[in-house]
Each structure stands twice: as structure tokens, then as C-alpha cells.
């Protein structure tokens, strides 16, 4: 048994889900473990880690819909919103979903159903430059 | 220390909670690990697993409808619809719960609260076998 | 590679969130783990764990202004409410938020990033004693 932490940049261009699935296999592979699990830790308070249906691009099209409607922009009762009016619904969408992830690991591939694939899932509007720590604990 | 994998399969008939703390301690009990954690993961993108009350089926029919409002099957600009007018409220209602959980196990037992029960919560009309990969670490 | 179990005891004066990033890191420090993960987990249904912005804080009063709004007090058709009116909303908060986060340790401290800070999200009126388990695995 032993710890292996690692580092995934992801850069985003707006609002939506960013595929990583595969970088997170890849970085699975070079640790060399094959039985345990790996924790996805994203180290913003603006973004989020959420596994979704990766095959339809209308249901992420849908999810961001729903994320805008549910958390809107123009919440008049809002104060912190220095950096604009993405700024305090990027902090709401991050609480309701979430900052950690872990997905078991056997056979050295991550144990995903079918159509499960991991997101970033970005909540501001200018680019960004996204660090998750990963940490995977097996053998 | 070492690692545990099994797996449960959950009968789901419509949409709701349905408690599987027990099933989830058997595991745990056959794995022989008494200290450590175990972590639960859901295979699908349309269920969910959640830690509630587990005391008053009241609180879990309020939860359901809360939800049923939240996130209706009415909504005109969900396009992604093609198994029904369940299908992209199932993908929110699991981004807004959650995918995975991990509770610690100590003297063997999970350290839950007095009123905790482990839920896997179905956002689908349609009867399904849900698959939930169990990883327990420990010693 | 090890497990070693904590507590931490959190006292609540009301709706709101509770910062306790330096607690989770003082328990690390004494339990000699320098590697590996913390996982969170509340013993609770009525409270949630959540990582936010540690800043500023307006974000926070916005965050809690917006679930006192998307979960109200004055939902006509919530049955189970035995402990007052804030008795169902404590639950759907506590499950669109987190009962356990995990973080990953590197060289002994919490990779959290910059502004990050860990929180007892407490969704009841009156003043509770709240029970979080700590599990740390690693070397």
C-alpha cells in the first residue's frame, strides 16, 4: 500500500463541463497502482469536479441551462461580486456540487459505469487555469 | 493495510430513497477490515447515493418532492429528452447530490450518527438494477 | 501505511457557517501523517460539510441568504417539521451540500488551495453540538 499524489491543469474558456476522464486514467497509469482509489480535489472556490453523462452534449448543454436559471446573475440581494456578476453564483454552483471526488480503482482502470465521465464543470466566464490534486491511495 | 473491492446491486422501483446501510455494514463485516474507510460509488449518471434521516419517511417524501419541484419534468428548455421527461432532471438531481460517499469504519463498524442511513436515491420512473462499487480501505 | 481515527467537536449558535480549517489541521499535525488523505465526515442530518471561499465575508451571507430562499421556512407542503419550521429544510440542505469531503495531505498539511477554507455549514436555529469523524490515511 502506498500514496501517490499528482497534479492535472485543466484550462478553461467559459462557463461549462470540461472531459478529463481520460488525463485522470493516464495519470492512474503512470503511478503503477492498480487496486485502491484516486481523490480528484480541485483547489478553487469558482469550479467544481462533477462525473456526468459524457456521451449526449445536450444534457451538459442542459445542466449549464438549469446551473444559470437555478443561481442567476442577477440576484439583486447578492453583495460580494468584486470580481462581477459571475463572481458569488461561481461560490453557490461550487457548494451544490462538489470540491472532492473518489472513484475506485481495480485492475488499474478507474471502476466508471458506461456512460459516467469526469467534469470540470467551470463557473466563471473569463479563462482559466484549473488545478486538481489527485491522490491515489492503493497498490 | 489493504484494499477491499465489492459490489452491491440495488433493486430500484421508481423514483425515491431506498436505505442500503445494512447491506453496505455486511460487506464491510465479510471484508474483515476494522479500521479504515469505505467509499460507495454509484455506476450510473441518473441515481444517486445520499446519507439521510433515516428514522421518519415523512422527511423522505418532502425530500422527493422537494426535488420533483426543484427540478421539474415540465422544463420547456430541457433538448436533451430522448427516454422521457425523466431523463434530464435524473442527470441534475444526481449533480446535485452526490456520486460517491465515504464513511469511516472503526472496531469494525461505519461511524454513523444516531439518524444517519446510507440512501441510494433513484431519480427514475422505470423499474433498474443499480450497481454500486464499494471500496474499503483499511486494515 | 495507517488509519488513525479523530474527533472534532464543533459548537453552533444558529444558521451559518463555521470555519474550521486550523482544528482539521491541528489533528493531522498530532496524528504524524505526512502523506495520504483527510476524510471528513458529520454525524449529522441537519448539517453539512462545505469547502468556500475564506476571504471575504459577504460570500458567505450570500450563500446563506440563497439557501434560506431556494429552501424555505414557509413551504406549505412539507409534512415532517416535529422540530419547527427550520426541521425539513435542514435535511434538503444538508443533502445539496456534502456529509463527507476528503482532502488530500502533502508533507504533512492540507493541499487546499488559496482560498479555500473548510466549514461546518449548520442549517438549525438553535445552538447544537456537532460531531465530526476524521479519518487519516496515509505514511
Known amino acids: 500500500m502506498r500514496v501517490h499524489h499528482d497534479q ?5 474558456n467559459g462557463k461549462g463541463l470540461y472531459e478529463i476522464t481520460d488525463e485522470v486514467q493516464s495519470k492512474i497509469d503512470r ?4 487496486n485502491g482509489t484516486v481523490t480528484l480535489f ?5 469550479c467544481s469536479i462533477v462525473i ?9 448543454r442542459d445542466l449549464e441551462e438549469f446551473f444559470n436559471r437555478l443561481v442567476s446573475e442577477d440576484t439583486d440581494y447578492f453583495t460580494h461580486g468584486s470580481e462581477g456578476s459571475d463572481d458569488m453564483p461561481s461560490h453557490i454552483r461550487m457548494v ?13 482502470k478507474m471502476q466508471l459505469g458506461t456512460w459516467q ?11 482559466h487555469r484549473r488545478k486538481l490534486a ?3 491511495i492503493g497498490e
Open 8 to 12: 492535472l491543469e485543466v484550462r478553461t
Open 31 to 34: 503511478s503503477g497502482v492498480r
Open 134 to 136: 489527485l491522490t491515489i
Open 42 to 46: 480541485v483547489q478553487h472556490t469558482s
Open 52 to 60: 456526468m453523462e459524457n456521451a449526449d452534449p445536450t444534457a451538459r
Open 117 to 127: 465521465g469526469i467534469f470540470l464543470f467551470e463557473h466563471r466566464r473569463a479563462p
Open 96 to 108: 451544490l456540487t462538489r470540491t472532492s471526488e473518489t472513484v475506485p480503482i481495480a485492475d488499474g
